[in-house]
Nanobody, 125 residues
Framework: QVQLVESGGGLVQAGGTLTLSCAASGRTSSIRAMAWFRQPSGQEREFVAVIGWTASSTYYADFAKGRFTISGDNAKNMVHLRIENLKPEDTAIYYC??????????????????WGQGTQVTVSS
């Protein structure tokens, strides 16, 4: 079992920058990848970015390229998501997820067994 706890959300003005963090605990040695998803109110959860836990390779959703940066700290079992030039459409609950299975469909919520409780990001215009 892996437990994930997100932090860093809040209310920010458009154009600002925010860094979300996710702390992993439990069987962290089994983690193969960690990802961020987001879910705007009334919409489905969507993939944002993923980082491989050993090679630190990253992959982003098209909308996230350029403004979002995912990074990991294996020693501290943490993953971060930095969002620059925030826009009102970035308003959502942001979730951290992890998988311990190689070859999981990394853009699909079904590819992740462990999820955090989410952190709300609200961007005012």
């Amino acid at each position: 079992q892996v437990q994930l706890v997100e932090s860093g959300g809040g209310l920010v003005q458009a154009g600002g920058t925010l860094t979300l963090s996710c702390a992993a605990s439990g069987r962290t040695s089994s983690i193969r990848a960690m990802a961020w998803f987001r879910q705007p109110s009334g919409q489905e959860r969507e993939f944002v970015a993923v980082i491989g836990w050993t090679a630190s390779s990253t992959y982003y959703a098209d909308f996230a390229k350029g403004r979002f940066t995912i990074s990991g700290d294996n020693a501290k079992n943490m993953v971060h998501l930095r969002i620059e030039n925030l826009k009102p459409e970035d308003t959502a609950i942001y979730y951290c997820a992890s998988t311990d299975v190689m070859g999981s469909p990394l853009e699909d919520t079904g590819g992740y067994a462990y999820w955090g409780q989410g952190t709300q990001v609200t961007v005012s215009s």
